[in-house]
């Protein structure tokens, strides 16, 4: 984590590259189960992503070089989210797609406005 947040110093200080992103995804990869994920937002901004792989937490985190500022934007538990099996998600779900698959690929076309709408999910997408 620490390795995430000097990276975050690198864009406060105003330096951020491809150079300075593989240096911190290179020290939270030899870190304590945390894993990262930086992604810049412009010439300014990078948004870090923690994953603290023990505890199962995420962090997300915007570093501001404009402002000198790292801001946390959210901190989440994911211990229970990995009892989920689809969540938010758009048709086809898993559910369908290992049925298709059961049938041998019969069925394997996406269900029609109509027999989507009977399902009270998002309409599909236009053929």
Do not use: F, H
């Amino acid at each position: 984590m620490v390795a995430a947040l000097a990276g975050a110093g690198l864009v406060a200080a105003g330096r951020w590259d491809a150079a300075a992103a593989a240096e911190a995804r290179a020290g939270a990869a030899g870190g304590q189960g945390v894993v990262v994920s930086a992604t810049p937002l412009g010439d300014n901004e990078v948004v870090i992503c923690l994953v603290d792989t023990s505890r199962e937490r995420l962090a997300v985190y915007v570093a501001d070089a404009r402002r000198s500022r790292l801001r946390l934007l959210a901190v989440r538990d994911l211990s229970a989210d990995w009892a989920l099996s689809d969540y938010n998600n758009d048709p086809p779900l898993p559910k369908d797609i290992r049925a298709r698959a059961e049938r041998g690929g019969q069925g394997a076309r996406p269900p029609s406005p109509a027999e989507d709408a009977g399902r009270g999910g998002p309409p599909a997408p236009p053929r």
